[in-house]
């Protein structure tokens, strides 16, 4: 594992001008993290687990913001995280914003879906994976 080349490509998120820049980041940090195939110390280290838990959600996101037709289709297609994203969200929304829903908010907000998830990744996630792999 290479923490320190991992923590340079999760800081580079935040200068990502597309949600595509992002994919190439996201493949260089699981090559630095050993994500695929992790040591048996690592894959059982709690920090490890949660910072899967993290990549899976940015990778479903990924997934989803190809299938997704309106903002309600993306937020229905992100029921099942594996991390408080949905709850992050919408406390976000009703404790820190003039909108009622979170579909209002991305809707009014930001142009495309594109644009929203690059706005998720340059902070909720570029968050917590600082986070988890500083721990690790």
Request: with cysteine; net charge negative; proline share 0%.
């Given at each position: 594992?290479?923490?320190?080349?991992?923590?340079?490509?999760?800081?580079?998120?935040?200068?990502?001008?597309?949600?595509?820049?992002v994919k190439g980041k996201l493949d260089k940090i699981v090559r630095h993290i050993d994500y695929y195939d992790p040591p048996t110390n690592l894959s059982k280290n709690e920090n490890f687990v949660e910072l899967e838990k993290y990549i899976q959600d940015l990778q479903l996101i990924m997934t989803n913001l190809i299938f997704a037709e309106t903002v309600e289709d993306f937020i229905d297609s992100m029921g099942d995280t594996n991390t408080d994203l949905?709850?992050?969200?919408?406390?976000?929304?009703?404790?820190?914003?003039?909108?009622?829903?979170v579909a209002e908010y991305i809707s009014s907000e930001f142009h495309n879906l594109d644009e929203f998830c690059l706005h998720l990744a340059k902070t909720y996630f570029n968050n917590n994976f600082t986070e988890f792999v500083r721990k690790l």
């Open positions: 594992m290479n923490k320190n080349a991992a923590l340079e490509e999760i800081d580079d998120i935040k200068s990502c001008r597309s949600f595509g820049e949905m709850v992050y969200l919408d406390n976000f929304v009703h404790d820190d914003t003039g909108y009622s829903a």
